[in-house]
């Protein structure tokens, strides 16, 4: 079913899972697909921020801006414990010392630093959060039912029919017009997006899964269909990372192995 476009994987929420990330490029390599955007909160939660954003910045035509890469810049105001803690450990690590002439940390936080927050291209626009509030807002499953007025002025802030988000872990899509959120599973892993009706998919997460389902998520566009591909990585690895440091809440390497 070949699309009107060369194929690009969108990945997002890579959260300094670095076994996560290498499997997925692997598996999008695999797929002979060239190009890569990822739509952002490259840190945040996981073991390894610096080889994260190195292997992001060298795999990624685009890296977008989360906020979690946000928060790390700035404060990590509004966050719960769990992620405050990875937030100050990854600013810890990554923010360079004002006497300090550490080049490879002065390059990691200046491509932090120059992230865009959203990307327009040919028919779509990619964001972290929502074609709204491009960092920080989150496009829920629920919205339908439980703000049908957030759902109704995000679709209209939109500038292209399609838009790819991140931000929740939580893979599926919201038509406008349709109350029901689908979900990945019960589309077979295809969506096939109506041109005239603008839609909001949603990629899952590659380095914290949070639909029950462990193995990272990513999303395949081609200029008319969008396929959902799962990867398994070695995240007993990640979580035993994650147990060794103590800056970083347990919960965050414990989480990834149930996928929530
Ligand atoms: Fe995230």
Known sequence: MPGAREPIAIISDVHANLEALAAVIDDIRGRNIKTIYNLGDTVGYGPDPDACIDLADAA??????????????????GFNLVARKSIDYHRAVLKPEADNHDQEASRRWAWLANLEPMHEDDGFEIMHGSPRQPITEYVLPSDPETDPAKLADIFSAMSQPLAF???????????????????VSSLGGHYRPEPSRRAIVNVGSVGQPRDRNPKSCYAVYDGENVFYHRVAYD????????????DIHPASGLRLREGR
């Not at 990624?60 to 105001?77: K, M, P, Q, R, S």
């Not at 995240?235 to 103590?246: G, P, S, W």
């Open 60 to 77: 990624c035509a685009i890296t977008l801006c989360g906020n979690h890469d946000y928060a790390v810049l700035f404060d990590a105001e």
């Open 165 to 183: 988000v991140g931000h929740t872990h939580f893979p599926g899509i919201l038509e406008d017009g349709n109350d029901a959120f689908l979900m």
């Open 235 to 246: 995240l007993e690895k990640t979580v035993k990372k994650i147990l060794a440091i103590r």
